[in-house]
């Protein structure tokens, strides 16, 4: 969850206003399909900051970016299909892509992102076997769960390779305006407009309450996603798009984001800190952006395994596991800064290390009296460390 | 569309304020998959007024109720299943099944809505071509588009007919509490539990715009439909639900929706006297709520056909043909009094008229010199009247 809190309520208060005040009858009323225009533009000025440049008339607002996710599905996969996406990849992401009964094929990732040669290979792979790719979902900027970028370099590739594949790339970017350093590579869909659907989404750089998102799509894809937004909600809230649209013209959005960021930087840092103190002998990714960091397991362990123990201790974490459509991430768990604040990070982190040492204690306990249960999958399933 | 302006605009103010100033972290935040709680509670007092009696546990908050109805549609149709509805029927639902490549089979309506002989007769006819029939959409209460309301005693058969047959009902019920002389009979979902998933919305008794609707669905539907709403959109906009949530705890809702009522009685009054008027010749329906009236042309007349010059001559409907998956409806046409005054709905009727005089009077020319095209289907797909 975004820390929200850091949003000054005046802001909100004033486009919620002028909402009412101003657009009363329409932001009540049904909207189009596409979303507002005005919306739209001032969408079109957002990425902009990340090197995209499109036409207001291939931006279609969303109820989130993850409707956009869900409309895409619908109107690529059939059952059946395989979807490549990062191992691991985005939790909610697999369930969509499952959800139509379509095959999550993860590729390897390593601290610059997703592995080109891996992807190339996989993709050999499954034409050999004669399976029908019909996305790439990648999320190349500050990823979920990872954490971790795909370099300059590399966007170019995969997205040479997805082109030669003639395989429609889905980029999912919900955090790449939450840097903390330096600004990660522009989007993907800055350097290749035909092959590749843009997701973008509000949720992170204002409030996921309003629920709004949007696509940039390829102008033939573009008019199926406005038909299959009509049909699943008839049109995206007005009342939203409208508040939204009354924020961007009269706050210092911009600068909103530099708040954002400051405050995630201040919690990444904060658990950096604290993993580095109590758990000195793992690695773990260190994030420039978003909102998490992946941290690795000895061997022996199994994140999900451990988790009723740790709730147990008060601390929460995401099983790696979940971010996995095979079974993959047993030894990893992904760590959220973005909500708690840097003394609840230091003290999670804290208690974290010591569930990790008391299972360890209790493993090691258990292995004098008889052997340690076999991972087969354990080898080619653990992610690169990027720590 | 809804006349939203008819909802003072301090109402709305208030409710708004509200959310900003005493739930702004929460209405900012990403919510529950299945809706507040305390909407949910609230939703159920609005089901009472029809009769319902539910647990706050099944109720599922959605975009919409049309996302709701995108949501069931994904949960139970596969390719090739029937979906059967009334003749004609809400369009976006038609769409909304042909989206997941069911087929919608109508079923003839009268005064009285849905014919049972007709259902029953459907039933047995597609089981004996070996059809897998999923769900029975209606809308039992001022039918979109006819503006019939089934009665009290062919909700108790239709019920028993689906129960006998297997088959899920699914009431969609927009318009029930906008009647103008008496309630519509109280809400099949009143009648029976475990056979029906109950749709409803705020978006004719409040707004549009904010896009909140429901289901009320047996406990194992509800739990997919949770977890399939979740997968498409994560939670439903939690501004919009503590908006909503806050105009029923501040404002007269209940008075508010007489107001509706009045508003729209009013447009159906000026509308059905305009037709008096202006198109003695002709029938159409007599509704005692919602927002529809259906007209019927002369036979040699084709709606669709004739809204080109209708849009020239500036007055517009929705030609019948859009209410039917199977080309039927083309001698039929609806027509909405929710929005236009009844200064515009009475100069709309006027110039219907006027086209329609002219439609004649051109093919009665045309007829002079030879004979007139054949529609081989009118025969069966006729609607009845019912004016």
Not at 133 to 144: E, Q
Not at 204 to 232: F, M, Q, S
Not at 293 to 317: F, G, H, I, N
């Amino acid at each position: 969850m975004p820390y929200v809190s850091a949003l000054p309520r005046q802001l909100v208060e004033t486009a919620v206003e002028r909402t009412v005040r101003e657009h009363g009858p329409v932001a009540l009323q049904y909207g189009s399909g596409q979303g507002m225009p005005r919306l739209r533009e001032q969408i079109l000025e957002v990425m902009a900051l990340e090197g995209i440049r499109g036409s207001v008339d291939d931006v279609v607002v969303t109820t989130g970016s993850q409707h956009a996710l869900e409309l895409m599905a619908k109107l690529f996969l059939d059952p059946g299909d395989v979807v490549i996406a990062e191992g691991p990849s985005y939790v909610t992401a697999i369930t969509v892509f499952k959800s139509f009964q379509a095959e999550i094929v993860h590729v390897e990732m390593d601290e610059g992102g997703l592995v080109p040669e891996a992807l190339r290979a996989t993709i050999v792979r499954l034409r050999e076997a004669g399976r029908r790719i019909k996305l790439l979902y990648t999320v190349p900027s500050f990823h979920n769960p990872m954490g971790v970028t795909l370099s300059w370099q590399r966007r170019m590739e995969v997205l040479e390779i997805a082109r030669d594949a003639g395989i429609l790339v889905l980029e999912d970017n919900p955090y790449g305006l939450l840097y903390f350093d330096q600004a990660p590579p522009q989007a993907m869909r800055s350097i290749e407009e035909d092959g590749v659907v843009y997701l973008g989404t509000f949720s992170k750089t204002l409030a996921p309450g309003l629920r709004v998102g949007w696509a940039l799509a390829p102008h033939a894809i573009r008019e199926k996603l406005v038909l299959a937004n009509e049909a699943a909600v008839l049109s995206p809230s007005s009342f939203s798009q409208h508040v939204i649209s009354e924020y961007l013209d009269t706050a210092d959005w911009r600068g909103q984001i530099d708040t954002f960021r400051g405050v995630y930087r201040e919690r990444r840092d904060a658990m950096l800190a604290a993993l580095a103190e109590h758990l000195p002998g793992l690695r773990w990714t260190v994030p420039n952006g978003g909102f998490y960091v992946w941290l690795r397991l000895p061997e022996q362990l199994d994140s999900k395994a451990m988790l009723p123990r740790a709730v147990k201790e008060l601390v929460a974490y995401t099983p790696g596991t979940a971010f996995y459509a095979d079974g993959g991430g047993r030894d990893a768990m992904r760590l959220s800064f973005c909500y708690p604040t840097p003394d609840f990070i230091r003290e999670g982190v804290r208690r974290l290390a010591a569930v990790i040492s008391g299972e360890l204690t209790l493993l090691n306990e258990f292995a004098q009296t008889q052997p340690l249960p076999a991972h087969p999958e354990r080898q080619s399933v653990l992610p690169p460390n990027v720590g």
